[in-house]
């Protein structure tokens, strides 16, 4: 039940339908939702902005989309959840100082679950997860999929730091996966795995998805 609960909140359904439309208009080398995707994270991604535009969040995902929506752009937003995450791991600050730190503390008071977290101690615990993973990512050199998550229950790559692709091969983040690709940057990985959003047909006519879905660490 709980799977189930969890496929419709992804809005699988829905997905399947695109996935098969993609592959009679595309072919093999169409998306599918969901789809990982292998940007580098310092070099290969944008910010994305749309003024006054549809909200193109994670059920999105594989949606082929033409026009000019991918030219609004600017460079990646270094927001307070990747300053606190500089702050703690290369500055050396405590966890507690850091503004992201103190606006969860502001939302539990508030009587919200940020996170799905209800109290300090689940907040705390939170915290030191994401200092083991970052440890584990330097130690291994990549991030793991979101499939070799323990306990993982994802569907392909939904979950991950979430990008569209824009017409010439660049990858626009659009929220979701904050710490993950805070670490990546931080780290300077060569490459993060990523949620595939909205992708524009040039990308795909141009073999921007076809390079992008390969991993360098694939066998």
Not at 29 to 46: C, I, K, N, Q, W
Request: hydrophobic letters at 35%.
């Amino acid at each position: 039940m709980q799977d189930l609960v969890r496929a419709i909140e992804a809005q699988q359904p829905r997905k399947f339908l695109r996935d098969l439309l993609n592959r009679l208009r595309f072919g093999a080398e169409g998306p599918l939702s969901d789809m990982a995707v292998f940007p580098d994270p310092v070099r290969g991604t944008e910010g994305f902005f749309w003024p006054g535009g549809p909200k193109l969040r994670r059920h999105s995902s594989g949606l082929v989309l033409d026009g000019d929506w991918d030219l609004n752009r600017s460079p990646v937003q270094e927001g307070f959840k990747f300053t606190s995450c500089h702050m703690h791991w290369v500055e050396g600050a405590d966890w507690e100082e850091t503004p992201v730190f103190r606006d969860l503390m502001a939302k539990l008071e508030r009587g919200e679950a940020p996170d799905g977290c209800r109290s300090v101690e689940e907040v705390k615990e939170r915290y030191s997860r994401l200092d083991r993973i970052f440890s584990e990512t330097r130690q291994r050199g990549r991030l793991l999929r979101m499939h070799e998550l323990p306990d993982a229950y994802y569907r392909r790559e939904h979950g991950a730091t979430f990008v569209h692709l824009a017409r010439d091969g660049t990858c626009l983040r659009s929220g979701g996966g904050n710490h993950r690709f805070a670490i990546a940057r931080i780290l300077e990985l060569p490459e993060i795995p990523a949620q595939l959003g909205v992708v524009h047909p040039l990308a795909i006519r141009d073999g921007h998805l076809a390079r992008l879905r390969r991993s360098r660490f694939d066998a």
